[in-house]
């Protein structure tokens, strides 16, 4: 991993308008729980685990965050024309990609962890479930995190339109395709999360009680990880300066 490039990314990502954005998308659930304790309905660990920390945060926030970021790193670079500058260097391109990769990584995981964190407290305070919930989910979404920075990135180098094909994703795919067939979900990177999260936690199926296991839910992520990461590297070995712009 190369530090110049880690501080580089940083300071490109940290401070826009998208970051700005991603603040106000973290507070929500924060905004949400705080509604839903103040009703005084319903079951709180029910609730927070498939509506606000199943739904909202695994299911809009984190593959938001992760695709905010993870097409930002080298897909705004690529169309501005500054990639030039950068893959020029004698820089191994595979280190440019983990580099940048692990900015985006680290960005989306704390956004994300944080607003768990806050919401998934005010929600779950005095329930007997609220440390295994928060470890689960927290453990789920941070290996989420890389899983969705991972795909992103790649589609940021396969295409121009990359945040509205990680968009068609999130929403045609993971939202409506998955529900549909119950088959497609092992291609879907929130029911992997979903499920790596009911896992860790441990909680009883009435709480929470995820479509996929855990075993299936961690090989998925690592494949997920493992043949993006791959492809993405791929790809940018193969690019070539004049593709820049």
């Known amino acids: 991993m190369n530090g110049d490039i880690v501080r580089l990314t940083l300071r490109q990502l940290v401070g826009k308008r998208r970051t700005v954005f991603m603040v106000l998308v973290a507070l929500l659930p924060s905004v949400l729980a705080t509604a839903f304790r103040a009703s005084g309905e319903g079951d709180p660990a029910e609730w927070a685990s498939t509506q606000l920390l199943g739904g909202m945060v695994v299911a809009m926030l984190l593959p938001l965050a992760g695709l905010v970021f993870g097409t930002a790193i080298l897909g705004t670079e690529i169309d501005d024309g500054t990639a030039v500058y950068l893959l020029a260097r004698p820089i191994p391109r595979r280190e440019i990609l983990l580099s940048k990769l692990c900015v985006a990584w680290l960005l ?95 909680v009883s199926r009435d709480t929470f009680d995820p479509e996929l296991g855990g075993a299936t839910s961690v090989a998925v992520l690592i494949l997920a990880v493992a043949a993006a990461g791959w492809l993405a590297v791929v790809k940018l070995q193969r690019f070539e300066i004049g593709e820049s712009g």
């Open 108 to 202: 989306t995981a704390v956004f994300v962890a944080a607003s768990l964190l806050v919401a998934g407290t005010i929600a779950l305070e005095g329930t007997d479930e609220w440390g295994a919930l928060i470890a689960g989910f927290v453990v789920a979404t941070v290996a989420g995190s890389l899983a969705y920075c991972t795909v992103f990135t790649l589609l940021s180098l396969l295409t121009g339109r990359a945040f509205i094909a990680g968009l068609l994703y999130v929403f045609i795919w993971e939202g409506l395709v998955t529900a549909l067939f119950d088959g497609t979900r092992l291609l879907s990177l929130r029911h992997a999360t979903l499920g790596l999260a009911g896992y860790v936690a441990s």
